[in-house]
């Protein structure tokens, strides 16, 4: 089992930045790949952008290429998703997920065994 834990949301302006975490206990870390998605309401849970925790290759959504950077931290079993230059359409609840056993970032979220609880992101205009 792999228990996952966000952190770092909240509400800043357009334009603004926020690196949310997330940290992995459990399981150790050795072949997973983890995703970030993002929901928001009345949408459906959409990929936002993930990595591959052994060699750190990662993978983005078009929507937020450029802008937001993910990062694992091998020591602190966390992962970063750093969020530059934000827009309203950003606002959603953020959650992190595993995949143990992968070495590829996909975008399906089905394909993901454990999820973090979220947090929220919102963003004023």
Not at 34 to 53: D, L, N, S, T
Not at 85 to 104: Q, V
Request: glycine content about 12%; aromatic content about 12%; hydrophobic content about 35%.
């Amino acid at each position: 089992q792999v228990q996952l834990v966000e952190s770092g949301g909240g509400l800043v302006q357009a334009g603004g930045s926020l690196r949310l975490s997330c940290v992995a206990s459990g399981r150790t870390f050795g072949r997973y790949a983890m995703g970030w998605f993002r929901q928001a309401p009345g949408k459906e849970r959409e990929f936002v952008g993930g990595i591959v925790w052994s060699d750190a290759v990662a993978d983005y959504a078009d929507s937020v290429k450029g802008r937001f950077t993910i990062s694992r931290d091998n020591a602190k079993n966390t992962v970063y998703l750093q969020m530059n230059s934000l827009k309203p359409e950003d606002t959603a609840i953020y959650y992190c997920a595993a995949r143990p056993g992968s070495m590829l970032v996909v975008r399906d979220r089905g394909r993901y065994d454990f999820w973090g609880q979220g947090t929220q992101v919102t963003v004023s205009s």
